[in-house]
């Protein structure tokens, strides 16, 4: 079965970091881009970063200069690496992957809980 799993939420202080990952399963091949949103409570998903399999990188303004996105050691990983967090970076995040099959599809994982918090 094909699925994304995320790992690596939990609760931070104000201006600590977590590292996020997310690993495709179940023998998904032709990913050609993949990223994260989030989603705050009672707000709207909203886009984070994402990275092209090529490496091409794109932020939202709000995590610019915080947040890094990188490809994984392993094919089909990818890492969220998060510094300077505040409580406006608390939300569920969603890791993402796009694949070109016949017809292109987006993959989404369960979702991973960061909490920013003193």
């Known amino acids: 079965q094909e699925q994304l799993v995320e790992s690596g939420g939990g609760l931070v202080q104000p201006g600590g970091s977590l590292r996020l990952s997310c690993a495709a399963s179940?023998?998904?091949?032709?990913?050609?881009?993949m990223g994260w949103y989030r989603q705050g409570p009672g707000e709207q998903r909203e886009f984070v970063a994402d990275?092209?399999?090529?490496?091409?990188?794109d932020y939202a303004e709000s995590v610019k200069g915080r947040f890094t996105i990188s490809s994984g050691s392993v094919r089909n990983t990818w890492n969220l690496q998060m510094n300077s967090l505040s409580p406006e970076d608390a939300a569920v995040y969603y890791c993402?992957?796009?694949?070109?099959?016949?017809?292109?599809?987006?993959?989404w994982g369960q979702g991973t809980q960061v909490s920013v918090s003193s």
């Open positions: 993402y992957a796009d694949i070109a099959d016949n017809i292109p599809r987006r993959l």
């Open positions: 179940g023998g998904i091949s032709n990913i050609y881009s």
């Open positions: 990275i092209s399999r090529g490496g091409t990188t």
